[in-house]
């Protein structure tokens, strides 16, 4: 069946609850950078970002799960990556008898590549416009990227997801009503 092939976590001084919550602070505090300012504070992001989902450390997950839940580029970004990553370990995919449906799944790919480089050389969209369409079809890689890190996910993993999920609405619901209250503080995404 299913070998797991990286070693786990270990200690280099700091615990595992440090890293986790760490990564969930910085991801809170950027949250209102996401939603509300332009698209170049998220480029200056997106090697963060990139790191934390490229390392396949299950220790980053509720920090992912912020940042993909702001609905902005680093999402795209998210998205983009797993997809790499899940083409990239087809090897060990193939162990789990999961390459059929990868393949299946990499068949309208170049459909949606053409798309995106349409709406880019000839529609002149804004970049969320360009990429929202394709989210859609990237939204399937996290399922193999879950399957990934599945090995590593452990009770303390487990607790900071729940309660990442118990904040993120008010965090959402905070950021709203300051904008609302305060006014634009930063220039819109579109």
Same mark, same amino acid.
């Given at each position: ?10 200690? *280099? ?6 890293? %986790? ?5 910085? @991801? ?27 390392? *396949? ?8 799960? !912020?940042?993909? @839940? @702001? ?22 995919? *193939? ?6 449906? %990868? ?77 609302? !209250? ?9």
């Amino acid at each position: 069946m299913y070998k797991q092939t990286q070693t786990p976590y270990k200690n *280099k001084g700091l615990s595992q609850n440090f890293i %986790i919550y760490f990564h969930l602070l910085i @991801a809170f505090i950027i949250f209102p950078l996401q939603v509300n300012s332009g698209p170049s504070i998220k480029f200056i992001l997106a090697p963060y970002v990139v790191y934390l989902v490229w390392s *396949k450390k299950a220790l980053y997950l509720p920090a992912l799960f !912020v940042f993909i @839940a @702001a609905g902005s580029i680093l999402s795209i970004v998210i998205l983009l990556t797993t997809a790499v990553l899940t083409v990239r370990n087809l090897p060990l995919f *193939k162990t789990m008898n999961l390459t059929w449906i %990868i393949l299946l799944l990499l068949l309208p790919s170049p459909i949606f590549i053409w798309q995106t480089l349409e709406r880019i050389l000839t529609m002149n969209l804004g970049i969320v416009d360009i990429f929202t369409p394709l989210s859609f079809y990237l939204g399937y890689f996290p399922f193999f990227y879950g399957i990934l890190i599945a090995p590593k996910v452990n009770s303390k993993i487990i607790t900071a997801i729940y309660l990442t999920l118990f904040l993120l609405p008010f965090v959402q619901i905070f950021n709203t009503l300051h904008v609302l !209250v305060e006014g634009d503080l930063f220039l819109p995404e579109h």
